[in-house]
T-cell receptor, first 115, second 115 residues
Framework: DQQVKQNSPSLSVQEGRISILNCDYTNSMFDYFLWYKKYPAEGPTFLIS?????DKNEDGRFTVFLNKSAKHLSLHIVPSQPGDSAVYFCAASDSGGTSYGKLTFGQGTILTVHP | EAGVAQSPRYKIIEKRQSVAFWCNPI?????LYWYQQILGQGPKLLIQFQNNGVVDDSQLPKDRFSAERLKGVDSTLKIQPAKLEDSAVYLC?????????????FGSGTQLSVL
């Protein structure tokens, strides 16, 4: 039962253009969403998050959008840089559940930014 | 600030053997997690500790996996006996207070190959 899905295994964009990574979820109890970035041979690192009471959160070049009715979120990177090339994981949690802090991850999207 | 430390970095064993992984979280982080990441999938939570108590171990295969966190600091994850399907990266993560903080800090992981 894949509760968090990232349907695009990979994405390739040109440096300076926008990268859009998508994520869908099925569990309506999820109310907090995060994006993590992972470089090879390293653990995932936190990138940006959004609470379900918001529909947008921005941090520098990174913006996360949440559409609760569609159970869909997206990560926009503008402008994309070669150093952004990594695997991006979408994650979700149910902050009202008993396992506070428990994250359910998507499968990841490999982003490649070409110079 | 030192990050989450894990060892060993790599481990190769034969099926039915046992193996143990070690994790030292960031100082002051009360919550510790063990995640399993199979190739091509997102990390999956195995067990979550709050200090030295277990918060969630619902996805831990308890017939072969065990974990402990003595004195609420370091943690070990053990597999006995290992199966081929246990081949994965085992990620340790920790998070600071308040309880339920979803911004996890991950270690670099232990890559396990079961032959």
């Amino acid at each position: 039962d894949q509760q968090v899905k990232q349907n695009s295994p990979s994405l390739s964009v040109q440096e300076g253009r926008i990268s859009i990574l998508n994520c869908d979820y099925t569990n309506s109890m999820f109310d907090y969403f995060l994006w993590y970035k992972k470089y090879p041979a390293e653990g995932p690192t936190f990138l940006i998050s959004i609470s379900s009471i918001k529909d947008k959160n921005e941090d520098g070049r990174f913006t996360v959008f949440l559409n609760k009715s569609a159970k869909h979120l997206s990560l926009h990177i503008v402008p994309s840089q070669p150093g952004d090339s990594a695997v991006y994981f979408c994650a979700a949690s149910d902050s009202g559940g008993t396992s506070y802090g428990k994250l359910t991850f998507g499968q990841g999207t490999i982003l490649t930014v070409h110079p | 600030e030192a990050g989450v430390a894990q060892s060993p970095r790599y481990k190769i064993i034969e099926k039915r053997q046992s193996v143990a992984f070690w994790c030292n979280p960031i100082s002051g982080h009360a919550t510790l997690y063990w995640y399993q990441q199979i190739l091509g999938q997102g990390p999956k939570l195995l067990i979550q500790f709050q200090n030295n108590g277990v918060v969630d171990d619902s996805q831990l295969p308890k017939d072969r996996f065990s974990a402990e966190r003595l004195k609420g600091v370091d943690s070990t994850l053990k597999i006995q006996p290992a199966k081929l399907e246990d081949s994965a990266v085992y990620l340790c993560a920790s998070s600071p207070p308040p309880q339920g903080n979803e911004k996890l800090f991950f270690g670099s992981g232990t890559q396990l190959s079961v032959l």
